[in-house]
């Protein structure tokens, strides 16, 4: 082999080289150079802390008062064994229940038959607290997956600073009718 041959064999592996290098990195997952999270993206989207009217403990009025979970990913989530509680710790555990990819369930408090939308904790008394609480969500290993606190002294303040996640104000109707 020449040394002309040499030198262009060089050039010609030098280019494969590149070219191979740079559909590798096209080929890499969206997930990988940060565009999409990976994996179920589950959080407390919307709590309703605060049901409207005049809260007379009614079915009804206890059934208006809800916390929103919502599963952002793709991925299916098995929330069996999954908790969400209160500040005081009363706490509901999820039991056999599959939460879809881009899916949200609302958590009420009162009595009502569960279905993939919304679930109820069967409960007679509000859970919620309107004036401070927090709500807490913790995975089937009891690590917390997300947690929202409200004070009605800052109507709506969710404790993250309004990170622009979409939770700002719409976590609850602030302070009000009185039920607790």
């Given at each position: 082999?020449?040394?002309?041959?040499?030198?262009?064999?060089?050039?010609?592996?030098?280019?494969?080289?590149?070219?191979?290098?740079?559909?590798?990195?096209?080929?890499?997952?969206?997930?990988?150079?940060?565009?999409?999270?990976?994996?179920?993206?589950?959080?407390?989207?919307?709590?309703?802390?605060?049901?409207?009217?005049?809260?007379?403990?009614?079915?009804?009025?206890?059934?208006?008062?809800?916390?929103?979970?919502?599963?952002?990913?793709?991925?299916?989530?098995?929330?069996?064994?999954?908790?969400?509680?209160?500040?005081?710790?009363?706490?509901?555990?999820?039991?056999?229940?599959?939460?879809?990819?881009?899916?949200?369930?609302?958590?009420?408090?009162?009595?009502?038959?569960?279905?993939?939308?919304?679930?109820?904790?069967?409960?007679?008394?509000?859970?919620?607290?309107?004036?401070?609480?927090?709500?807490?969500?913790?995975?089937?290993?009891?690590?917390?997956?997300?947690?929202?606190?409200?004070?009605?002294?800052?109507?709506?303040?969710?404790?993250?600073?309004?990170?622009?996640?979409?939770?700002?104000?719409?976590?609850?109707?602030?302070?009000?009718h009185g039920h607790r």
């Amino acid at each position: 082999m020449t040394a002309s041959q040499t030198f262009t064999a060089r050039r010609l592996a030098a280019a494969a080289l590149s070219a191979a290098a740079l559909v590798g990195a096209a080929a890499l997952p969206a997930a990988a150079n940060g565009a999409e999270p990976r994996g179920p993206q589950v959080e407390i989207s919307k709590v309703q802390y605060d049901a409207p009217g005049h809260g007379s403990r009614s079915n009804r009025s206890l059934n208006e008062e809800w916390v929103q979970i919502t599963n952002s990913g793709r991925e299916s989530v098995n929330l069996d064994d999954w908790t969400l509680s209160n500040r005081q710790g009363r706490v509901y555990t999820f039991h056999h229940l599959r939460l879809n990819g881009h899916s949200t369930v609302r958590v009420h408090t009162g009595v009502g038959r569960d279905t993939y939308r919304d679930v109820y904790q069967d409960r007679r008394n509000f859970v919620w607290d309107d004036r401070k609480d927090t709500a807490t969500l913790r995975n089937d290993h009891r690590r917390v997956v997300d947690t929202i606190s409200w004070d009605a002294r800052h109507h709506g303040d969710d404790g993250r600073g309004h990170d622009g996640r979409g939770h700002g104000d719409d976590h609850g109707r602030g302070p009000g009718h009185g039920h607790r």
